[in-house]
């Protein structure tokens, strides 16, 4: 493992991280409320991204590794297997992955779960480094690491898995050396590039819509059993039920 959440916790607890999660987490905003009225799950690291009375139960896949995080002495985070989420189908309204996609060698099987898990009119936020950013070129960030995505490649991977892109925000503006930067100038770095260096961003936020299709009828002996069972079995299932039915 090449890089795990033990590193990018790091980053994110020095001062270029915070000034990143800042910016990232403004630009999330837009796309991502979460609530206690929606089933919110997020997969991968999950940053500084809950408003202060919300808990999301986290998934952490096996090719980043486990943090364990905790609130009121009951655990929120797991350990999975990217290929196999241990999830119900039609669950969740919002999944929101964020330094885990790149990670993963099987990314078409692991947006097929995200999909299996999703509503009909659930939610996907996609977080991931942007290939014609400074910061896919960062190899002391977290954004430096794994797979980076252009908007078009991206796009081709959500529907070939299922899932219609709607919105597309580049984000991280700010240079991968910012924290050496005077503050007021890291400042307008981002708000310039929000408006004349759109192609530079750092990073892709990407909201899509899970595909509903009408599937024909089918004679009864030539059905097959889904490949998508709930593994009820896995450690995290009652963990998430809990937090399901708490917040």
């Known amino acids: 493992m090449l ?10 607890n020095g001062t270029l991280g915070q000034m990143v999660s800042k910016s990232l987490s403004n630009e999330l905003s837009k796309l991502w409320s979460p609530t206690n009225t929606t089933s919110n799950i997020v997969v991968g690291f999950p940053l500084d991204f809950f408003p202060s009375d ?3 139960p986290v998934l952490m896949p096996t090719e980043i590794g486990r ?15 990217s290929k196999s ?9 919002y999944i929101f992955i964020t330094h885990a996609l790149e990670f993963i060698p099987d990314q078409q099987n692991f947006l097929l779960e995200a999909k299996r898990v999703l509503k009909s009119a659930g939610k996907l936020i996609l ?33 070939n898995s299922g899932l219609s892109p709607e919105k597309c925000i580049r984000s991280l503006f700010l240079p991968p050396f910012a924290d050496k930067l005077p503050k007021a100038l ?4 981002e708000i310039i590039g929000e408006h004349l260096l759109q192609l530079l961003g750092g990073v892709l936020i990407v909201e899509a819509t899970k595909m509903v299709y009408a599937e024909p009828r089918k004679n009864r ?26 917040f």
């Open 85 to 93: 989420w241990p999830l119900e189908s039609d669950t969740v309204d």
């Open 127 to 159: 977080m991931v480094p942007h290939r014609g950013g400074l910061w896919s070129k960062a190899d002391a960030t977290p954004f430096g690491h794994g797979t980076p995505f252009s908007k078009g490649q991206i796009f081709k991977i959500l529907k």
């Open 67 to 81: 943090m364990p995080l905790e609130y009121e002495n009951t655990v929120y985070s797991a350990l999975i297997d």
């Open 54 to 56: 919300i808990i999301c």
């Open 3 to 12: 890089y795990d959440v033990g590193k990018m916790d790091a980053f994110y």
């Open 221 to 246: 002996a030539t059905q097959k059993k889904s490949s998508f069972a709930p593994i009820k079995s896995h450690s995290a299932y009652s963990i998430l039920n809990y937090f399901a039915l708490k």
């Open 186 to 189: 890291s400042d307008q770095i």
